[in-house]
Protein backbone atom coordinates (compact mmCIF):
# COMPACT_ATOMS: atom_id res chain seq x y z
CA UNK A 1 0.00 0.00 0.00
CA UNK A 2 1.04 3.67 -0.67
CA UNK A 3 2.64 5.41 1.96
CA UNK A 4 3.43 8.85 2.97
CA UNK A 5 6.00 9.97 5.43
CA UNK A 6 5.71 12.92 7.56
CA UNK A 7 8.40 14.57 10.38
CA UNK A 8 6.31 14.07 13.72
CA UNK A 9 7.26 17.76 14.71
CA UNK A 10 8.32 20.90 13.21
CA UNK A 11 9.87 23.98 15.13
CA UNK A 12 9.88 27.40 13.97
CA UNK A 13 10.68 30.80 15.66
CA UNK A 14 7.33 33.45 14.78
CA UNK A 15 7.93 35.80 11.94
CA UNK A 16 10.32 32.81 9.95
CA UNK A 17 9.81 30.41 8.02
CA UNK A 18 8.11 26.82 8.14
CA UNK A 19 8.74 23.86 5.66
CA UNK A 20 6.50 20.68 6.54
CA UNK A 21 7.40 17.94 3.92
CA UNK A 22 5.27 14.91 2.69
CA UNK A 23 7.26 11.97 0.77
CA UNK A 24 6.26 9.18 -1.52
CA UNK A 25 6.87 6.70 -3.69
CA UNK A 26 6.95 8.87 -7.03
CA UNK A 27 4.34 11.68 -5.04
CA UNK A 28 5.64 14.03 -7.91
CA UNK A 29 2.86 12.17 -10.40
CA UNK A 30 -0.10 12.74 -7.72
CA UNK A 31 -2.14 15.36 -6.59
CA UNK A 32 -1.34 16.28 -2.97
CA UNK A 33 -3.94 18.09 -0.33
CA UNK A 34 -2.66 19.60 3.21
CA UNK A 35 -4.65 20.20 5.85
CA UNK A 36 -4.27 22.01 9.60
CA UNK A 37 -6.02 20.78 12.58
CA UNK A 38 -5.81 23.10 15.54
CA UNK A 39 -6.55 20.81 18.81
CA UNK A 40 -10.20 19.72 19.58
CA UNK A 41 -11.10 21.29 15.86
CA UNK A 42 -11.89 19.51 12.51
CA UNK A 43 -9.38 19.52 10.09
CA UNK A 44 -9.05 22.35 7.20
CA UNK A 45 -8.13 22.79 4.00
CA UNK A 46 -5.40 24.96 3.22
CA UNK A 47 -3.58 23.48 -0.24
CA UNK A 48 -5.15 21.61 -2.52
CA UNK A 49 -3.86 20.05 -5.82
CA UNK A 50 -0.27 20.66 -5.10
CA UNK A 51 -0.24 24.56 -4.48
CA UNK A 52 -3.54 26.26 -4.81
CA UNK A 53 -5.56 27.83 -2.05
CA UNK A 54 -8.76 27.71 -1.26
CA UNK A 55 -10.46 31.02 -0.40
CA UNK A 56 -9.62 32.21 2.57
CA UNK A 57 -6.64 30.51 3.24
CA UNK A 58 -3.84 33.64 3.60
CA UNK A 59 -1.41 33.29 0.90
CA UNK A 60 1.72 32.89 3.39
CA UNK A 61 0.70 29.01 2.81
CA UNK A 62 2.06 27.74 -0.42
CA UNK A 63 2.70 24.02 -1.40
CA UNK A 64 4.74 22.70 -4.37
CA UNK A 65 5.39 18.83 -5.29
CA UNK A 66 8.25 16.81 -7.16
CA UNK A 67 9.90 13.53 -7.40
CA UNK A 68 9.15 11.90 -3.97
CA UNK A 69 8.04 14.75 -1.79
CA UNK A 70 5.69 17.01 -1.61
CA UNK A 71 6.13 20.57 0.24
CA UNK A 72 3.99 23.07 2.53
CA UNK A 73 5.58 26.32 3.35
CA UNK A 74 3.93 28.88 5.73
CA UNK A 75 5.70 32.08 5.45
CA UNK A 76 5.81 34.62 8.38
CA UNK A 77 4.86 32.13 10.50
CA UNK A 78 2.86 33.30 13.23
CA UNK A 79 1.92 31.97 16.47
CA UNK A 80 -1.83 31.03 15.51
CA UNK A 81 -0.55 28.48 12.91
CA UNK A 82 0.62 26.26 15.45
CA UNK A 83 -1.08 23.04 15.06
CA UNK A 84 -0.97 19.99 13.31
CA UNK A 85 -1.05 19.20 9.47
CA UNK A 86 -1.36 16.86 7.30
CA UNK A 87 -0.92 15.80 3.41
CA UNK A 88 -3.11 13.72 1.09
CA UNK A 89 -3.15 11.80 -1.78
CA UNK A 90 -5.51 9.38 -3.75
CA UNK A 91 -3.48 5.74 -4.41
CA UNK A 92 -5.02 4.83 -8.03
CA UNK A 93 -3.33 1.26 -7.86
CA UNK A 94 -5.38 0.56 -4.50
CA UNK A 95 -8.09 2.75 -4.92
CA UNK A 96 -7.83 4.52 -1.60
CA UNK A 97 -7.02 7.61 -0.04
CA UNK A 98 -3.97 8.14 2.12
CA UNK A 99 -2.93 10.69 4.72
CA UNK A 100 0.34 11.35 5.82
CA UNK A 101 0.87 10.52 9.59
CA UNK A 102 0.45 14.60 10.66
CA UNK A 103 3.32 17.35 11.56
CA UNK A 104 3.01 19.10 14.52
CA UNK A 105 4.21 22.58 14.29
CA UNK A 106 5.25 24.76 17.03
CA UNK A 107 6.12 28.55 16.27
CA UNK A 108 8.88 29.20 20.03
CA UNK B 1 -23.10 28.62 3.94
CA UNK B 2 -21.39 24.77 3.07
CA UNK B 3 -22.18 22.64 6.51
CA UNK B 4 -21.76 19.34 7.61
CA UNK B 5 -23.43 17.70 10.38
CA UNK B 6 -22.49 14.31 11.25
CA UNK B 7 -24.97 12.41 14.53
CA UNK B 8 -25.51 9.06 15.74
CA UNK B 9 -22.16 8.24 17.34
CA UNK B 10 -21.87 6.80 21.08
CA UNK B 11 -20.83 4.61 23.33
CA UNK B 12 -21.40 0.56 21.92
CA UNK B 13 -20.50 -2.39 22.97
CA UNK B 14 -17.62 -4.91 20.33
CA UNK B 15 -19.68 -6.42 17.85
CA UNK B 16 -22.95 -4.45 17.86
CA UNK B 17 -23.62 -2.02 15.28
CA UNK B 18 -23.92 1.67 14.70
CA UNK B 19 -24.98 4.02 11.88
CA UNK B 20 -23.53 7.16 11.51
CA UNK B 21 -25.30 9.93 9.52
CA UNK B 22 -24.05 13.20 8.07
CA UNK B 23 -26.79 15.54 7.05
CA UNK B 24 -25.26 18.44 4.41
CA UNK B 25 -26.74 22.15 3.71
CA UNK B 26 -25.47 24.83 1.76
CA UNK B 27 -24.35 23.43 -1.42
CA UNK B 28 -25.84 20.76 -3.75
CA UNK B 29 -24.98 17.36 -2.48
CA UNK B 30 -26.21 15.56 -5.08
CA UNK B 31 -23.19 17.11 -7.31
CA UNK B 32 -20.46 16.08 -4.90
CA UNK B 33 -18.40 13.04 -3.37
CA UNK B 34 -18.27 12.57 0.28
CA UNK B 35 -15.63 10.95 2.78
CA UNK B 36 -15.87 9.47 5.85
CA UNK B 37 -12.69 9.45 8.30
CA UNK B 38 -12.09 8.65 11.58
CA UNK B 39 -9.12 10.23 14.26
CA UNK B 40 -8.66 7.99 17.39
CA UNK B 41 -7.58 9.52 20.48
CA UNK B 42 -3.97 11.09 20.14
CA UNK B 43 -3.68 9.70 16.75
CA UNK B 44 -3.40 10.82 13.27
CA UNK B 45 -5.90 10.98 10.30
CA UNK B 46 -7.26 7.87 8.89
CA UNK B 47 -9.57 7.53 6.22
CA UNK B 48 -12.36 4.89 6.35
CA UNK B 49 -14.86 5.61 2.65
CA UNK B 50 -15.34 7.25 -0.04
CA UNK B 51 -18.53 7.36 -2.32
CA UNK B 52 -18.99 9.12 -5.84
CA UNK B 53 -21.80 12.19 -6.31
CA UNK B 54 -24.60 9.45 -7.51
CA UNK B 55 -23.29 6.27 -5.22
CA UNK B 56 -22.30 4.41 -7.54
CA UNK B 57 -18.78 4.05 -6.56
CA UNK B 58 -17.91 3.29 -3.28
CA UNK B 59 -14.38 2.40 -2.01
CA UNK B 60 -13.09 1.39 1.80
CA UNK B 61 -9.96 1.62 3.85
CA UNK B 62 -8.83 -2.07 4.39
CA UNK B 63 -9.46 -1.92 7.86
CA UNK B 64 -12.99 -1.58 7.58
CA UNK B 65 -14.17 -3.49 4.33
CA UNK B 66 -16.34 -5.96 5.36
CA UNK B 67 -17.57 -4.61 8.02
CA UNK B 68 -18.43 -0.72 6.93
CA UNK B 69 -21.05 0.24 4.91
CA UNK B 70 -21.22 4.21 3.16
CA UNK B 71 -23.91 5.15 2.00
CA UNK B 72 -26.08 8.51 0.48
CA UNK B 73 -29.42 10.05 0.15
CA UNK B 74 -29.38 12.38 -2.51
CA UNK B 75 -33.33 13.00 -1.65
CA UNK B 76 -32.62 13.76 1.66
CA UNK B 77 -29.23 15.09 1.37
CA UNK B 78 -27.67 13.34 4.05
CA UNK B 79 -24.51 10.56 3.98
CA UNK B 80 -24.47 7.38 6.19
CA UNK B 81 -21.67 4.57 7.46
CA UNK B 82 -23.16 1.68 8.66
CA UNK B 83 -20.55 0.25 11.09
CA UNK B 84 -21.24 -3.53 12.14
CA UNK B 85 -18.78 -6.24 14.10
CA UNK B 86 -17.45 -3.28 15.66
CA UNK B 87 -14.24 -3.24 17.65
CA UNK B 88 -12.25 -1.72 20.63
CA UNK B 89 -9.29 -0.12 17.83
CA UNK B 90 -12.38 1.92 16.00
CA UNK B 91 -12.83 4.14 19.04
CA UNK B 92 -12.16 7.52 17.14
CA UNK B 93 -13.85 10.52 15.88
CA UNK B 94 -15.60 10.28 12.75
CA UNK B 95 -15.37 12.95 10.74
CA UNK B 96 -17.71 13.12 6.94
CA UNK B 97 -16.04 15.31 4.19
CA UNK B 98 -17.07 16.91 1.35
CA UNK B 99 -14.97 17.11 -2.04
CA UNK B 100 -13.67 20.06 -3.47
CA UNK B 101 -14.90 19.21 -7.28
CA UNK B 102 -18.40 18.40 -8.04
CA UNK B 103 -19.41 15.66 -10.63
CA UNK B 104 -16.05 14.21 -10.15
CA UNK B 105 -15.19 11.21 -12.02
CA UNK B 106 -13.04 9.60 -9.30
CA UNK B 107 -14.66 9.41 -6.13
CA UNK B 108 -11.52 9.70 -3.88
CA UNK B 109 -9.03 12.17 -6.06
CA UNK B 110 -9.88 15.66 -5.09
CA UNK B 111 -9.30 17.57 -1.79
CA UNK B 112 -12.06 17.58 1.28
CA UNK B 113 -13.16 20.63 0.87
CA UNK B 114 -15.53 21.19 3.98
CA UNK B 115 -15.75 18.78 6.83
CA UNK B 116 -18.02 18.58 9.85
CA UNK B 117 -17.70 18.86 13.32
CA UNK B 118 -17.05 15.30 14.04
CA UNK B 119 -19.50 12.83 16.23
CA UNK B 120 -17.79 9.94 18.51
CA UNK B 121 -17.57 6.43 18.99
CA UNK B 122 -16.28 4.62 21.48
CA UNK B 123 -16.12 0.94 21.62
CA UNK B 124 -16.04 -0.75 24.97
CA UNK B 125 -17.57 -3.24 27.25
Same mark, same amino acid.
Given at each position: ?5 ? =? =????? *? =???? *? ?10 R ?8 R =?G? *? &? ?13 ? &? @???S ?7 A? %?????? @???? @? ?11 S ?9 K %?? *? %? | ? $? $? ?13 ? /???S ?22 ? /? ?12 K? #? ?18 ? #? ?6 R ?6 ? #? ?5 ? $? /? ?22
Amino acid at each position: SYVLTQ =P =PSVSV *A =PGKT *ATITCEGDQIGRKSVHWYQQR =PGQ *A &PVLVVYDDNDRPSGI &P @ERFSGSNSGNTAT %LTISRV @EVGD @EADYYCQAWDSDSDHVVFGGGTK %LT *A %L | Q $Q $QLVESGGGVVQPGKS /LRLSCGASGFTFSRYGMNWVRQAPGKG /LEWVAVISYDGGDKY #YADSVRGRFTISRDNSNNTL #YLQMNSLREDDTAMF #YCAKARV $Q /LATVAGYDAFEIWGQGTLVTVSS
